[in-house]
C-alpha cells in the first residue's frame, strides 16, 4: 500500500499537469489518431497522455482499494459512527488554533482524517472517474437518452472543480505531513514503520525526484514515440 501511494501521488501530478494544459493550450502541438475502431477520433496529445493517465490512475486505484478491503485497512478511513462529524469539528477547531490534536497515526487517524481520506477516495475519485469517461471518446455516442439523463455540460461542471479539490487535499495533505512529525508520518506512508528515522524520508525524497522527472519529461517530443505505440502521431 506504501508503492500505492507513491503511484497515485505520481499519476494524480501529471493528471492535474495534462488536464490544465488541455483547458488551457489553444493550439495542441501535436494529434492523435487511434489505430482501431471505425471512425477514430483525432485528439491532442495532450488530451491522450491525459487519458492515457487516467486509465493507470484508475489501475492503480483499483488495487489500492483491493487491498484496503482485504487487509482490513478500510476501518482506518470509513466513519463507523456518527460521533465521527463531531470529533471531526473538535479536531479542525485544534489544528486551526494550532493546538495539534494528540494522535498516532500508526494506530487510528483522527476523525477529520477518516472523512478526508473517505471523502477522496470513494467521492472524489469516483466523481473525477465519472465526470471524466463521459467527456472522453469512450463514451458512446449512439446512446442518446443515456447522453440526454447525463450532459456533458454537467460533467464539465463538475469535473474542473474536483480536480481543485484534488489540488487543495495534496496540499493541506503535505503540509500537516511535514508539520505534524516529518519523519515519522513519512515513515508511516513510504516505509512502512512505525519509527522516527530517515529512511522514510529518502524515499519520499526519491519518489519526489522521480515525480519532477515525470513532469519536465512529458513534452510532445517524449510523448510522441509512447503515443505512437497506441496510435497516430500527426500535426
Excluded: C
Excluded at 505520481?10 to 494544459?21: D, E, Y
Excluded at 473525477?128 to 455540460?153: D, N, V
Amino acid at each position: 500500500m506504501g508503492w500505492q501511494h507513491f503511484f497515485n501521488i505520481f499519476l494524480m501530478v501529471l493528471i492535474i499537469r495534462s488536464g490544465w494544459q488541455v483547458r488551457t493550450q489553444r493550439r495542441p502541438p501535436a494529434s492523435w489518431t487511434a489505430k482501431f475502431g471505425k471512425n477514430p477520433k483525432k485528439i491532442s496529445i495532450n488530451l491522450w497522455f491525459h487519458q492515457f493517465l487516467d486509465i493507470l490512475w484508475l489501475v492503480n486505484g483499483a488495487v489500492f482499494v483491493i487491498l484496503l478491503l482485504t487487509t482490513g485497512q478500510w476501518m482506518r478511513v470509513v466513519p463507523t459512527s456518527g460521533e465521527v462529524f463531531p470529533n471531526a469539528l473538535s479536531a479542525a477547531l485544534q489544528y486551526l488554533s494550532l493546538d495539534w490534536p494528540t494522535e498516532n497515526g500508526w494506530v487510528n487517524y483522527n476523525s477529520l482524517q477518516v472523512l478526508a481520506y473517505f471523502a477522496t477516495i470513494f467521492l472524489a475519485a469516483p466523481l473525477a472517474a465519472i465526470t471524466g469517461f463521459r467527456m472522453s471518446g469512450a463514451w458512446p455516442t449512439s446512446a442518446e437518452k443515456l447522453s440526454r439523463a447525463y450532459p456533458i455540460e454537467v460533467a464539465r461542471a463538475i469535473h474542473l472543480p474536483v480536480m481543485f479539490y484534488f489540488v487543495a487535499f495534496i496540499v493541506v495533505h503535505v503540509a500537516l505531513v511535514f508539520s505534524t512529525g516529518a519523519l515519522r508520518n513519512l515513515n508511516h506512508m513510504y516505509a512502512a514503520q512505525d519509527a522516527v528515522n530517515w529512511t522514510g524520508f529518502w524515499i519520499f525524497f526519491a519518489s519526489l525526484l522521480v515525480i519532477v522527472g515525470g513532469w519536465f519529461a512529458a513534452r510532445p517530443i517524449l510523448l510522441a514515440p509512447l503515443a505512437s505505440l497506441f496510435g497516430k502521431v500527426g500535426r
